[in-house]
T-cell receptor
Framework: QKEVEQNSGPLSVPEGAIASLNCTYS??????FFWYRQYSGKSPELIMS????GDKEDGRFTAQLNKASQYVSLLIRDSQPSDSATYLC????????????FGSGTRLLVRP | ETGVTQSPTHLIKTRGQQVTLRCSSQ?????VSWYQQALGQGPQFIFQ???????GRGNFPPRFSGLQFPNYSSELNVNALELDDSALYLC??????????????FGEGSRLTVL
């Protein structure tokens, strides 16, 4: 079992729709959770971090965390073609606070 | 505030050669982490340097080595290059090993192609 799992996609949504990206993790000791956006050929860019159960909103982005289910999600409202990218879920575990464990990413395509 | 900078941005090597990649950390940051990202995969942790000492290492062979300098800049060295070493190498700096939050901010990366 991979430590952090994501559906590779592509997830295709029309412009203006809500895109929902999901991630599960295996280490129950995980403390910090992150979503990175990565455009083709570029480096990952941190867009959301979440540390406690529930929702965290920042503009059009909402991160959701459910530690009991070991599940993290990212919602993108009013999706734009410029949101088309690969979204990487990353987890920082208590025992290895010095490193992030990344999923393989979900590719999002927003159709004009 | 200057962000994380990496050099070179692209390079091509042949099998068996050695490569050195460089990273300048963000101002005020004392920790540098290196990640390898193969095509279609997420970044994988190579190692971290905190105040010039290695502070953790991922599942990479000893031919991957690093240094951190007093100004907190860092180098990643890879000896005896193999075809599978072709990847994007990412450097991220942070304060105090990532602190409580563990947030990392990456440089633009060095894309290595091994022929």
């Amino acid at each position: 079992q991979k430590e952090v799992e994501q559906n590779s996609g592509p997830l295709s949504v029309p412009e203006g729709a809500i895109a929902s990206l999901n991630c599960t993790y295996s280490d129950r000791g995980s403390q910090s959770f992150f979503w990175y956006r990565q455009y083709s050929g570029k480096s990952p860019e941190l867009i959301m971090s979440i540390y406690s159960n529930g929702d965290k909103e920042d503009g059009r982005f909402t991160a959701q965390l459910n530690k009991a289910s070991q599940y993290v999600s990212l919602l993108i409202r009013d999706s734009q073609p410029s949101d088309s990218a690969t979204y990487l879920c990353a987890v920082n575990s208590l025992g290895s606070s010095y490193k992030l464990i990344f999923g393989s990413g979900t590719r999002l395509l927003v159709r004009p | 505030e200057t962000g994380v900078t990496q050099s070179p941005t692209h390079l091509i090597k042949t099998r068996g050669q050695q490569v050195t990649l460089r990273c300048s950390s963000q101002s005020g940051h004392n920790t540098v982490s290196w990640y390898q990202q193969a095509l279609g995969q997420g970044p994988q942790f190579i190692f971290q340097y905190y105040r010039e000492e290695e502070n953790g290492r991922g599942n990479f062979p000893p031919r991957f080595s690093g240094l951190q300098f007093p100004n907190y800049s860092s180098e990643l060295n890879v000896n005896a290059l193999e075809l599978d070493d072709s990847a994007l190498y990412l450097c991220a700096s942070s304060l105090d090993r990532g602190g409580i939050t563990g947030e990392l901010f990456f440089g633009e990366g060095s894309r290595l192609t091994v022929l």
